[in-house]
């Protein structure tokens, strides 16, 4: 049983379409994130929300929105899709807030805009 | 802030060899985390160890060793040994409040 499972994995389109990508726990976690990993193997953080509040918000253009609809979920969805947001998208959740770090991860869902 | 370093960006090693991946870190929290993760090129991000800030005891873990030194705000991680299974970007990262990782070594092994 996957404890942060993340769909689609794989997912092509045009720029200018508007994508989501989900993401789901069963750990029980109050905290969510989106990660995004570049060509180079940058990690970055995107969002973070815990118990449904949003509480990183790093510097991401406004096409990005992330959605919680309770702790369990965290979505996000993309608009007007460009080419340089073709990457890598990890999911992750933790217990409290990430203070101490550990991180559980999805596998990853790999954007591809052509 | 908080700034992650792993100056190496790539080492290739022979199978058997012992190699060491370089961290250093910097911080102005007294408390704080450290972890490292291996990303295998299978893409899922796993985590290896956690250490925090007041606990400067090496660990060891099968072939995998950390060193921790609050002194030069460094966390290397040493394989012993190396596998090519061990072939992987190893990420260092730093966590008070939120997860800072650094920009990730890719290690080959080579057969």
């Known amino acids: 049983d996957t404890a942060v499972s993340q769909t689609p994995k794989y997912l092509v389109t045009q720029m200018g379409n508007d994508k989501s990508i989900k993401c789901e726990q069963n750990l029980g976690h109050d905290t969510m994130y989106w990660y995004k990993q570049d060509s180079k193997k940058f990690l970055k953080i995107m969002f973070s929300?815990?118990?449904?509040?949003?509480?990183i918000n790093e510097t991401v253009p406004n096409r990005f929105s992330p959605k919680s609809p309770d702790k369990a979920h965290l979505n996000l969805h993309i608009n007007s899709l460009e080419l340089g947001d073709s990457a890598v998208y990890f999911c992750a959740s933790s217990s409290n807030r990430g203070v101490d770090g550990e991180l559980f991860f999805g596998e990853g869902s790999r954007l591809t805009v052509l | 802030a908080q700034k992650v370093t792993q100056a190496q960006t790539e080492i290739s090693v022979v199978e058997k060899e012992d190699v060491t991946l370089d961290c250093v870190y910097e911080t102005r929290d007294t408390t704080y985390y450290l972890f490292w993760y291996k990303q295998p090129p299978s893409g899922e991000l796993v985590f290896l160890i956690r250490r925090n800030s007041f606990d400067e005891q090496n660990e060891i873990s099968g072939r995998y060793s950390w060193n921790f030194q609050k002194s030069t705000s460094s966390f290397n991680f040493t394989i012993t040994a190396s596998q090519v299974v061990d072939s992987a970007v190893y990420f260092c990262a730093l966590a008070y409040q939120k997860v800072t990782f650094g920009t990730g070594t890719k290690l080959q092994v080579i057969p």
């Open positions: 929300y815990n118990n449904k509040e949003l509480i």
